[in-house]
Nanobody, 125 residues
């Protein structure tokens, strides 16, 4: 069956870096838009970044621009989120998601069809 499995989360001090990975299996995701979302306690799930099938189209939320970089390795069916200059407000569970390209906002979690189980990122001050 289709699975998205995140890894790479952990505890890091403010200013540090983490690299999240999302390995997809069950079918090829080369044509899908792959996204990263996050959810902090008591808050709604928030869009972080997404990347198109060729890697040429990238979308980021303003709060992570210049700090986070999304990328993908299509042969490995894997998407990454490199997070630099981490801040305490980046603390959340980070989720990987996938959807087909087309109609619907890439910023909305409701437009994604597949989700991983999430990985915790905690940034201490």
């Amino acid at each position: 069956q289709v699975q998205l499995v995140e890894s790479g989360g952990g505890l890091v001090q403010a200013g540090g870096s983490l690299r999240l990975s999302c390995a997809a299996s069950g079918r090829t995701f080369s044509s899908d838009v792959m996204g990263w979302f996050r959810q902090a306690p008591g808050k709604e799930r928030e869009f972080v970044a997404a990347i198109g099938r060729s890697g040429g189209n990238i979308w980021n939320v303003d709060s992570v621009k210049g700090r986070f970089t999304i990328s993908r390795d299509i042969p490995k069916n894997t998407v990454y989120l490199q997070m630099n200059s981490l801040k305490p407000e980046d603390t959340a569970i980070y989720y990987c998601a996938a959807r087909r390209p087309g109609i619907g906002s890439y910023y909305s979690p409701y437009q994604y069809d597949y989700w991983g189980q999430g990985t915790q990122v905690t940034v201490s001050s």
